[in-house]
Antibody, heavy 116, light 107 residues
């Protein structure tokens, strides 16, 4: 059974940093690209980032370029999202999702709140 | 970035009704279009990928069509459990984008 479990969310002040993790199980993690998608409170879905199975290729939406980095540790079956210089508008539930052409499995999400 | 526009933004329909949601891309995306269903407080669920392929385990009353810039999600006979918000997503460009969502309510 495929499972994705995010962690690391919380309350952070503007300008602060946070690292999200996504622990994967139930599939060959290193053969799949992975993605991060976020959803601001009461709003729609926004694709944030993706990383290839090897970790060599990464992609970001313009609004987070230069502030967020994505990485993975295939030995630990874990995906990461390092978020720096956080802004109020980054407040959202962050989901990790399997795949990059389509997302067939999603985690339950972790809430990131950026507020002073 | 490619903009995805869904219509309508919301709809209310009765059980058994045929429901159609459309999604228009600002540039051609071939068949790289996915549909998701999201219920309140839950993660999205993949329904359709590459415009018309039904995801495993999804009821056959859901279908997708289209290519290029215009796409459609159809629910042939609306069921009570089909309430929620539906999103389209393009995966043609490296920066994926979602539509703004269509909220489906059961009358």
């Amino acid at each position: 059974e495929v499972q994705l479990l995010e962690s690391g969310g919380g309350l952070v002040q503007p300008g602060g940093s946070l690292r999200l993790s996504c622990a994967a199980s139930g599939f060959n993690f290193d053969t799949y690209a992975m993605s991060w998608v976020r959803q601001a409170p009461g709003k729609g879905l926004e694709w944030v980032s993706a990383i290839s199975g090897s970790g060599l290729n990464t992609y970001f939406v313009d609004s987070v370029k230069g502030r967020f980095t994505v990485s993975r540790d295939n030995s630990k079956n874990t995906l990461y999202l390092q978020m720096n210089s956080l802004r109020v508008e980054d407040t959202a539930v962050y989901y990790c999702a399997k795949g990059v052409i389509s997302h067939d499995f999603w985690g339950q999400g972790t809430l990131v709140t950026v507020s002073s | 970035d490619i903009q995805m526009t869904q219509s309508p933004s919301s709809l209310s329909a009765s059980v058994g009704d045929r429901v159609t949601i459309t999604c228009r891309a600002s540039l051609t995306i071939a068949h790289y279009l996915n549909w998701y269903q999201q219920k309140p407080g839950k993660a999205p669920k993949l329904l359709i990928y590459t415009a018309s392929t039904l995801q495993s385990g999804v009821p056959s009353r859901f279908s997708g069509s289209g290519s290029g810039t215009d796409f459609t999600l159809t629910i042939s006979s609306l069921q009570p459990e089909d309430f929620g918000t539906y999103y389209c997503q393009q995966s043609f460009t490296t920066v994926r984008t979602f539509g703004q969502g269509t909220k489906v309510e059961i009358k």
